[in-house]
């Protein structure tokens, strides 16, 4: 059955999502392990050595991954995402002192988040492998380290929360979940979310193409700030 006849337009990459989904899935085990290990409520679950083995080792996968995704994925997309992602411009002002202003395929609130998720992960890394180094020598251990690692660690579950909120419960913007999903947003949405972004798209001299393009037309290349990002036709059941 076709999806009301809707139009939908290449939001992320494969490499892009990649990226997202090995972070996410990193982030609840290491939350997960890393509340067992500080919660002396929780201290009875599993063995304490295990759970800091897992800890430890998902650190290290995560960094891994993303290697891998940086090395071997779609490099020239990901620059592109992350010169999206740097660029801070009047219209991202405005719209933090809450101007109804026009946004880029991410909006100012956006990038702040993936600012202050990148600089976490950076601490988190640091903090953690003193932790690790400091339970070896103790040369690396400095009093701070664990309050640094902690709060890190609490003040990632509130914004997780509040990232949350936004992609699974709130209406108006919870439709963005698709587009790390499957790759595609619903042109409309991102006409009244990303109208910027949209503008840049159709100036590209693409346009909406065919709504008889084939499915695999939804899996087109990165679509950042001045790329040609295709336009997918409506999911089918």
């Known amino acids: ?19 997202h989904w090995i972070h996410a899935a990193a982030f609840f085990v290491l939350l997960g392990s ?5 919660l002396p409520s929780l201290a009875g679950i599993g063995n304490r050595g295990l759970v800091k083995d897992v800890h430890l080792y998902t650190a290290i996968a995560w960094a891994l991954a993303l290697l891998a995704v940086v ?27 809450r101007y109804p ?19 976490f992960a950076v601490l988190f890394a640091v903090s953690g492998t003193l932790l690790w180094y400091g339970e070896r020598d103790t040369r690396f ?12 660690m609490w003040i990632s579950v509130v914004l997780l929360a509040g990232h949350l909120y ?17 790759g595609d947003v619903e042109l409309q949405w991102a006409r009244e979310h990303h109208p910027k972004w949209v503008q840049e798209v159709l100036a590209s001299g693409q346009g909406i193409e065919d709504q008889a393009r084939p499915q695999s ?10 790329s040609a990002a295709q336009v997918s036709p409506p999911a089918g059941d």
């Open 101 to 119: 202003t026009k946004q880029g395929r991410f909006n100012a609130g956006q990038k702040l988040n993936a600012a202050v998720t990148a600089a």
């Open 217 to 226: 037309g939804r899996l087109g290349p990165s679509p950042g700030r001045g």
């Open 71 to 97: 090395l071997l994925g779609d490099r020239k997309g990901l620059r592109r995402t992350l010169n999206d992602l740097d660029g801070f411009d009047l219209d991202d002002r405005l719209w933090l002192r």
């Open 141 to 152: 251990r400095f009093a701070g380290t664990i309050v640094l690692h902690d709060g890190l």
């Open 34 to 38: 890393g509340l067992v290990l500080y």
């Open 166 to 182: 936004l992609s699974l419960i709130y209406p108006r913007t919870r439709h963005s979940l698709r587009g790390i999903v499957r």
């Open 1 to 19: 059955m076709r999806d009301g006849g809707k139009t939908y337009l290449n939001r992320f990459s494969k490499s892009e999502r990649a990226v």
